[in-house]
């Protein structure tokens, strides 16, 4: 591990024990996560987090050869991964015989299979694709792993949140989610350097939606701090910033030290798929 990385564990976890529990991944564009969990006596046994990578996948595929827990047999395995192929289509207009119409609006053309998706909190479908040779990484190593979309965790988990924007944070990158009359109306991840940079793409994104800061509510989670650098500049321009934790089922108590939002949307996606 490095300087950028933390591995937090049960002391009473047993990785013989790993075919009984659940892995959650999650691979951002600068980070990598992932979090063990017992569905069954609702009990998380390790959370390892690392910020700041060059690349997301590439940390994914670094510490799949290095970590002994990623080797092991799960229960279940649901891999949250970013990527540019996505689009949301509502339910109302979607048409399962026109699934390639909706993959024109993809970055790559060359992938191997559209996975279509029905959200159950949200009104549309996620139509979403991802590196051939990511998707057979995984498929390889665990026979019964889910994919899900990046913000899958907290799409699915925030239906009844009082919040207009969500905004999850990385320790270079922001994954932003508004939402109009309660449904979403964009998303996009953003990658900074520095407070500067922060606050340009904040004011660029105010401005292009036209949001009335004044009236919104908004919802962080993940690497932040309240009074550090962002949420100072949070405050400057919202009225109503608070920190986002989703209710869970699980006994979180190994993150008992760690601050309850930082892993808000890794352990949303036990509620997922």
């Known amino acids: ?46 959370v390892y987090d ?31 991964i970013y990527t540019p192929n996505l689009v949301f289509v509502p339910k ?17 053309a060359d992938l191997q299979n559209i996975y279509v998706q029905s959200s159950e909190q949200q009104d549309f479908n996620y139509i979403f694709g991802i590196s051939s040779a ?9 026979e019964n792993v889910t994919l899900l979309p990046y913000d899958a965790g907290l799409l699915e988990n925030t239906k009844n949140e009082n919040s207009n924007v969500i905004i999850d944070f990385t320790v270079g990158s922001f994954q932003f989610l508004y939402f109009k009359d309660s449904k979403l109306n964009f998303v996009q991840n953003y990658q900074f350097d520095g407070i500067d940079e922060l606050t340009y793409y904040l004011l660029l994104i105010i401005s292009q939606l036209g949001i009335d800061t004044k009236q919104t509510a908004l919802k962080v989670c993940g690497i932040i701090h309240q009074g550090d650098e962002k949420w100072n500049l949070l405050l400057q321009h919202f009225n109503n910033v608070d920190f986002l934790v989703t209710p869970t089922p699980l006994d979180t108590n190994i993150l008992d030290d760690m601050p309850a939002h930082y892993y808000t949307s890794l352990l949303a996606l036990q509620q997922c798929g």
């Open 1 to 46: 591990m490095n300087k950028n990385s933390i591995l937090l564990i049960d002391p009473n976890f047993e990785p013989a024990n790993s075919s009984n529990l659940n892995l959650l991944i999650k691979i951002g564009v600068d980070t990598f996560s992932y979090s063990i969990a017992d569905e069954e006596k609702e009990l998380v046994h390790a």
């Open 92 to 108: 109302a207009i979607f048409d399962q015989d026109q699934v390639k119409l909706y993959t024109q609006f993809f970055v790559d």
């Open 50 to 80: 690392e910020q700041e990578c060059e690349d997301g996948l590439e940390k994914f595929k670094e510490r799949l050869k290095l970590d002994a827990y990623l080797k092991l047999p799960y229960q279940s395995v649901k891999a949250a």
């Open 134 to 142: 990511i998707e057979k990484l995984l498929t390889a190593t665990w």
